[in-house]
């Protein structure tokens, strides 16, 4: 059996609330199990936290603070402790998001409705890891994160509504954004299903495509000057070059627009 958690003490909609078990770890992000009644089990992703106490009013916070000396230390533990009540005077109450829902028959659905109050929640068995398995698209991306541990189980999006949609990658400087497009373009390289256009314009993907088993017969390059064995070189016909394409690539200055229109207007095409 799973580790226990907690039990949930608010419900609404898709949010879930539950306290978290005494001398049990929950971390950010964890995915865990709600226990319905009925057999059904409600995934949930843990994204924030807050600590109740029957201390927490102005009043209390302010009694607490005359305990402490004039550094800020306790003064007397013990006597501090008293006064805190132990374990069962303070909870941390865990917030989280349910991600789908489970029926008694082990069907998986969008949420549909919420956990009932104090239903137990639990961590991921390997009877759950099989069944959120079966969700997982035929583009494969990295393995499950839950919390601080990378479990064994890989996730992946389905290509056939993914690739034809646009999708948007947002991260800070190294979080990995380019690691997930390479991750993701080498799923499509393994598969006969799917095909993508890079624009590689600062070579960080090639260097790593390049050397995907599959790159012989999966991987085309067209580049300016050939330097892989399927490259294909690419010119650019000078002559169909217009202003506009200039002014879209970088900023000009008024006189420098009016130079480029007016070599255009006197040398036509040769200009």
């Avoid at 890891?129 to 541990?149: S, W």
């Avoid at 389905?158 to 999708?167: D, F, L, P, S």
């Avoid at 600062?202 to 580049?223: M, Q, T």
Wanted: hydrophobic fraction near 35%; charged fraction near 25%; include cysteine.
């Amino acid at each position: 059996m799973s580790a226990y958690k907690g039990r949930t003490t608010c419900a609404k909609g898709t949010y879930v609330e539950f306290v978290v078990a005494p001398d049990q770890d929950v971390d950010f992000g964890d995915i865990l199990v709600v226990e319905g009644k009925n057999g059904d089990r409600f995934y949930i992703r843990v994204y924030d936290f807050k600590v109740k106490s029957r201390w927490s009013n102005m009043n209390g916070v302010n009694y607490l603070m005359g305990k402490l000396d004039e550094h800020g230390q306790i003064a007397n533990r013990e006597e501090f402790e008293f006064y805190l009540g132990g374990p069962q005077h303070k909870s941390k109450v865990a917030m989280a998001e349910q991600l789908c829902y489970a029926d008694p028959n082990g069907c998986l659905f969008n949420p549909r409705t919420c956990p009932d109050f104090f239903d137990e929640v639990r961590g991921l068995s390997a009877e759950d890891t099989v069944l959120l398995e079966e969700m997982k698209g035929d583009l494969e991306i990295g393995y499950l994160k839950t919390g601080r541990e990378v479990s064994q189980m890989s996730i992946g999006i389905y290509g056939h509504k993914a690739i034809t949609e646009h999708i948007g990658i947002f991260g800070t400087t190294g979080a990995g954004k380019s690691n997930l497009v390479k991750v993701l373009t080498s799923s499509v390289m393994d598969l006969d299903s799917y095909g993508l256009l890079i624009f590689d314009v600062h070579n960080e993907y090639f260097s790593a495509l390049r050397k995907h088993p599959r790159a012989g017969d999966k991987l085309i390059v067209y580049n300016n000057y050939p330097h892989y064995q399927t490259t294909y070189q690419m010119k650019v016909n000078a002559q169909e070059i217009r202003p506009d394409d200039l002014m879209s690539t970088a900023g000009f200055t008024e006189a420098q627009t009016d130079a480029l229109y007016k070599m255009e207007s006197v040398w036509g095409e040769e200009w």
